[in-house]
């Protein structure tokens, strides 16, 4: 049985893909944009019938043009809207009674204006959702489809023919981008622009993408975001199939407040939207410059394995300025191993600059310049190398180039070049250009090319992590954790105490220094005695967050009059700082120095978009100073945690030095591997900071902590509170034959991909004809991405693994993806020829029934031909209903109410 298109958010095919198209608001008044769509509709060479709609006109452009939709007449697949906002939803309302399902509304005047304009947006979604109508917009530019001669936008020029797809949400970056790449012969498989996405969001619009054959790489503009867990999901989803370059603006506060008044989207914060993207596998363009360079240089199949770059020279000056822009963007200057320096030191004059970058000099012969370009490339240390290429009087820039070249056909290893100049570099260029050489003008912008590169090969590699919720070491104690959540808020208090907060890292088995609380001078000093001098005393307030703010800590107590004087001082000082504070005395721990000890500093916040997100950096009193956080999206892993880390500037200082041995970066990771799960576990968890916690050669403390709370809404989902959803472990199952064969029903996962092509490939041709409707011949990387990269969310996909003495092997799969109003779902279920009829279809299906039930789905659909008896008596006995479906008699419509 296959999986229809509305499951993968496909319902939208019409909206990129029309037959025909209607033009409401059609105009003939110039600068109007009724005039400009429907002008280039029909400029275009639209491949489709062209119907505009304007009851003030009869005729415009020389064709008929209609009252209203219902004279048109014939079928509509797609209806541009050009009215002023007030009548956009009654004109929707007309063309959800004519039975037209997609819809773009270029108009304006919505929630960018305000309340008038959000109260006109809720009725236009009223309207669309009780007809089913999907639309693209309000405020957008429209689509371009080069390849079906559709013009779809009130932009000044037509895209050429390409293999990239743009998308924006904001139109006038579009026709930027248009008109920039116009003249350079730069093509488009389609332009879209998204507007506010009241509707159709970035999500759906990957999800088109990754299946649409014409597109081979996306260039994506945002400024906000409405649904970062669809947005993540098919952005990881597209990444895995196609390279994707983002450009977000908004970086700053200046530019975050005009981007939320420009699309009404939330923008967030712009260090947790880096985080977010390197988990998707995807390249950040932080320049408009770099954004195309980026996506050609991706397009064209450059790819590193590493971020270690060799140049290679005619003039010292290029090199240089292409070894700063390579560190301006933290990447490596390849060291050169001393074998290739000694064969450099063979080939080269005396005076070459010994190392990288290789300045091969001015008086270089094409023989002389290719010798250090490929014994640079023949060193292990060495990940791509760039050939830099200045005009001089005795040199052969074509020679040159044309060798170049030749070794680029013959390597592995990526070769960029960048010939300097003009008029004598032109037939240079254009030998890279036809043999497929990257070329560029500009050593930084080369050098960008390049990070381009290194970050999608980095990147890739978080895009395969897929974390559990909880690692397989002791289970937390959940129970206890909620009590004290659920104490602190029936007080009314968001933020626990630093004993509450203790009890609930410990309930993680994260190390504590544990605090006692004291009321009274003489408890205190007598819990003192007990603990064993010396101590540290901390007001105890609820009050007061930050307690060296009001000095109420004081540290190295080594007597009963220490901790005398420390409470009277404290008290007076804690009064005179915070008089509205109520103090319920103090706190008392062991002093906990540890001579090769670091403070460090974990922590969780909580952004607007993305949800919750954990940092790391270093710590003390000085962290607001420091300004030290790497930051990472929920949920992690151990290879996801050495990133995290070896991103911060607390890296340096785990590491030996001065006679301190280095700290115990296990110790570390357990620790936010640990903060991970409480993110997972706990959705009531806004705000914590782990402050210090220090780490040395033996392990890690936490000294202090402070933890905020709220309430979570009764009835949500699992994990609704992340933007990426944990691998769903709890969903495994352990089976057996009855013949003892050990098997495995388990969610799939992205490393999965090998077994799922040979499951496929090793299906005969009735069974694939079966479950695709069509005869596969071969899965494609684009087929296999989108089955194997997940959400776990809105989509799952299960399978079955039969354990044998050569390995594991998938038998089976089954597999839903929920419609885009998140109440249903349709299926799809394929079991390998020899292992049918054992039991394995039945329980892989009832598996899947049990997921979508659990997660709340209220349907579950699936196609089926009447030929596959077999799936239709299965059906029958899970009690799914029945239908012969109304556009083709072959097919049954399968339906279970959940």
């Not at 037959?19 to 491949?47: D, H, W």
């Not at 043999?435 to 090319?449: I, M």
Request: net charge neutral; aromatic share 6%.
């Amino acid at each position: 049985m296959t999986l229809g298109t509305k499951g993968f958010g496909l319902d939208i095919g019409k909206l990129f893909e029309p037959r025909s198209v209607a033009v409401i608001g059609a105009s003939e008044r110039e600068g109007s944009p009724g005039a400009a769509v429907l002008r280039n509709l029909l400029g275009a060479r639209f491949k489709g019938r062209v119907y505009p709609v304007n009851p003030k006109y009869k005729k415009l452009r020389g064709r008929r043009c209609f009252p209203d939709i219902r004279s048109i007449g014939k079928d509509v697949d797609l209806a541009v809207i050009v009215t002023p906002a007030r009548a956009v939803a009654g004109v929707l309302e007309e063309c959800g009674e004519c039975g037209i399902e997609t819809a773009i509304i270029i108009s304006a005047g919505f929630r960018e204006a305000g309340a008038s304009g959000r109260a006109l947006e809720r009725s236009v979604l009223r309207v669309a959702r009780r007809h089913g109508i999907r639309f693209l917009g309000p405020n957008c530019l429209g689509i371009m489809r080069p390849d079906l001669g559709l013009n779809a936008t009130f932009s000044h020029c037509m895209a050429n023919k390409g293999r990239i797809a743009l998308v924006s949400q904001s139109g006038a970056l579009c026709t930027a981008i248009l008109d920039w790449a116009k003249p350079r012969g730069i093509g488009f498989s389609c332009v879209i622009s998204s507007g506010i996405a009241a509707d159709v969001d970035f999500g759906e619009i990957l999800d088109y993408l990754i299946l649409d054959y014409r597109t081979e790489a996306i260039m994506l503009y945002l400024e906000g975001l409405h649904d970062s867990r669809r947005f993540m999901s098919a952005l990881r989803a597209a990444s895995r199939a196609k390279p994707v370059v983002i450009m977000k603006a908004g970086r700053h506060s200046q530019g975050s407040k005009a981007a939320a008044s420009h699309t009404g989207a939330l923008v967030g914060s712009d260090e947790v939207f880096e985080a977010a993207i390197r988990r998707a596998g995807v390249v950040r363009a932080r320049r408009y410059n770099q954004f195309f360079a980026a996506a050609a240089t991706l397009h064209s199949g450059v790819r590193t394995g590493g971020p270690r770059l060799a140049i290679v020279t005619n003039g010292g000056g290029p090199g240089v300025i292409a070894a700063d822009r390579l560190a301006d963007l933290g990447l490596d200057l390849a060291s050169l191993s001393s074998e290739t320096r000694a064969r450099l030191d063979e080939n080269l004059p005396a005076a070459w600059s010994g190392d990288n970058p290789v300045d091969v000099l001015g008086d270089a012969t094409p023989e002389r310049f290719t010798t250090a370009l490929g014994t640079c490339l023949a060193d292990k240390g060495v990940d791509a190398a760039l050939a830099i290429l200045v005009p001089q009087s005795i040199s052969d820039p074509e020679a040159v180039a044309s060798r170049v070249a030749d070794i680029a056909d013959g390597e592995t290893k990526p070769v960029l070049a960048c010939w300097m100049g003009e008029k004598t570099m032109a037939s240079s260029r254009k030998l890279f250009l036809d043999r497929k050489v990257p070329t560029y003008s500009t050593p930084e912008g080369a050098v960008d090319a390049f990070a381009a590169a290194a970050a999608y090969q980095a990147n890739q590699e978080l895009l395969l992590q897929v974390p559990e919720p909880l690692s397989r070491q002791q289970r937390p104690d959940l129970e206890n954790v909620q009590m004290i959540v659920d104490a602190a808020l029936s007080d009314k208090r968001e933020m626990l105490d630093a004993v509450e907060s203790k009890a609930v890292l410990a309930a993680f088995d994260i190390p504590i220094l544990p605090s006692t609380p004291a009321r009274e001078l003489t408890d205190a000093i007598a819990i003192a005695q007990e603990i064993g001098f010396p101590v540290a005393m901390k007001v105890r307030s609820r009050d007061i967050t930050h307690k060296t703010d009001v000095n109420g800590v004081c540290l190295g107590l080594n007597s009963g009059h220490d901790v005398r004087e420390a409470w009277r001082s404290m008290h007076e000082s804690v009064r005179v700082a915070r008089p509205d504070a109520h103090i319920d005395g103090v706190m008392l721990e062991p002093m906990w120095k540890p001579p090769a000890g670091r403070e460090l500093m974990v922590g969780v916040l909580n952004d607007p978009v993305f949800g919750p997100v954990i940092s790391v950096g270093l710590g003390g009193t000085m962290v607001e100073v420091i300004r030290d956080r790497s930051i990472a999206l929920p949920p992690l892993n151990r290879y996801l945690v050495k990133r995290m880390i070896a991103r911060s500037r607390a890296a340096g200082y785990l590491a030996p030095f001065r006679g301190k041995p280095a700290a115990s970066m296990k110790a570390l990771e357990d620790v936010i591997l640990r903060v991970s799960e409480m993110v997972c576990e706990l959705p009531a968890l806004t705000e914590m900071d782990i402050n210090p916690l220090i780490v040395d050669e033996k392990g890690a403390m936490a000294v202090d902590a402070r933890i905020r709370v709220r309430r979570v809404p009764s009835g949500a989902r699992e994990y609704s509170h992340m933007a990426i959803h944990p691998y769903p472990s709890t969903l495994v199952q352990d089976l057996e034959m009855a013949d003892g064969l050990r098997w495995t029903i388990r969610p799939i996962r992205p490393e999965d991909a090998v077994m799922e092509r040979e499951f496929v490939n090793g299906l005969s041709e009735r069974s694939r004809y079966l479950r695709f409707m069509y005869v596969v011949n071969e899965i494609t990387p684009q087929m296999l991405s989108r089955f194997t990269q997940i959400d776990y969310d809105r989509e799952m996909a299960l399978v079955a693994i039969v354990h044998a003495e050569e390995g594991d092997r998938q038998i089976g799969v089954a597999r839903y993806v929920t419609y885009p109003d998140g109440r249903g779902c349709e299926f799809a279920i394929v079991v390998g020829d020899e292992w049918q009829r054992r039991g394995i279809a039945t329980r892989l299906l009832q598996s899947l029934i049990d997921v979508a039930r659990d997660r709340r789905l209220e349907t579950m659909d699936g196609i089926v031909l009447r030929e596959n008896r077999n799936m239709l008596v299965l059906a029958e006995r899970l009690g799914f209903k029945q239908e012969v479906s109304r556009d083709d008699p072959e097919l049954v419509v399968l339906t279970l109410k959940l």
